[in-house]
T-cell receptor, first 115, second 109 residues
Framework: DAMVIQNPRYQVTQFGKPVTLSCSQT?????MYWYQQKSSQAPKLLFH???????NEADTPDNFQSRRPNTSFCFLDIRSPGLGDAAMYLC??????????????FGPGTRLTVL | GQNIDQPTEMTATEGAIVQINCTYQ??????LFWYQQHAGEAPTFLSY??LDGLEEKGRFSSFLSRSKGYSYLLLKELQMKDSASYLC??????????WGAGTKLIIKP
């Protein structure tokens, strides 16, 4: 089955210790997104890639970086996690970014705990 | 600013019908999405509306009125597994998805 996979599902890190979350997709979609979602809140878009073109949201902290080495994989690097970065991190894909029913397909998420 | 409003929480009875409302104010409009999200899981796509009117998909229907900036999700014959959060999201003029905080739906036997 075509899908979006995220690893790990649960990640525990120490305050200030870098962490990398990974996402892979077998849908062959052009666009990959990273969202941060805290409890009972809307998903917050951090950045997205259209193919290799990187698009950073204006309010995404510099502490968050991303890499997309190829179509299938995308990584979220948190350089110095703070307690406020504890959240669910969702990876999503879509065929394109234009109009039409370009629904986003989500991975299962990685729940990050910062100690 | 851009804004999506949905009720925080709703309660309904198994077998009944429930309507979850969403109002939006966005810079431009390129469609409205409804997603279902079970606790601790990722959102899954339910429906897409870009023209006014009702879209029906099994037990779920979604309605849109662009002039009123309003949508609703209608769930019929509620089942316990429908207990989840329902997120409304609007695609703005830049094709960015603006998300609501979601409506937590509690189904009681």
């Amino acid at each position: 089955d075509a899908m979006v996979i995220q690893n790990p599902r649960y990640q525990v890190t120490q305050f200030g210790k870098p962490v990398t979350l990974s996402c892979s997709q077998t849908l062959n979609h052009n666009v990959m997104y990273w969202y941060q979602q805290k409890s009972s809140q809307a998903p917050k878009l951090l950045f997205h890639y259209y193919d290799k073109d990187f698009n950073n949201e204006a309010d995404t902290p510099d502490n968050f970086q991303s890499r997309r080495p190829n179509t299938s994989f995308c990584f979220l690097d948190i350089r110095s996690p703070g307690l406020g970065d504890a959240a669910m991190y969702l990876c999503a894909t879509s065929r394109a970014t234009g109009g039409g029913p370009n629904e986003q397909f989500f991975g299962p998420g990685t729940r990050l705990t910062v100690l | 600013g851009q804004n999506i409003d949905q009720p925080t929480e709703m309660t309904a009875t198994e077998g009944a019908i429930v309507q979850i409302n969403c109002t939006y104010q966005t810079s431009g409009f390129n469609g409205l999405f409804w997603y279902q999200q079970h606790a601790g899981e990722a959102p899954t796509f339910l429906s897409y509306n870009v023209l006014d009117g009702l879209e029906e998909k099994g037990r779920f229907s979604s309605f849109l009125s662009r002039s009123k900036g309003y949508s609703y999700l209608l769930l019929k014959e509620l089942q316990m597994k429908d207990s989840a959060s329902y997120l409304c999201a609007v695609m703005d003029s830049n094709y960015q998805l603006i998300w609501g905080a979601g409506t937590k739906l509690i189904i009681k036997p």
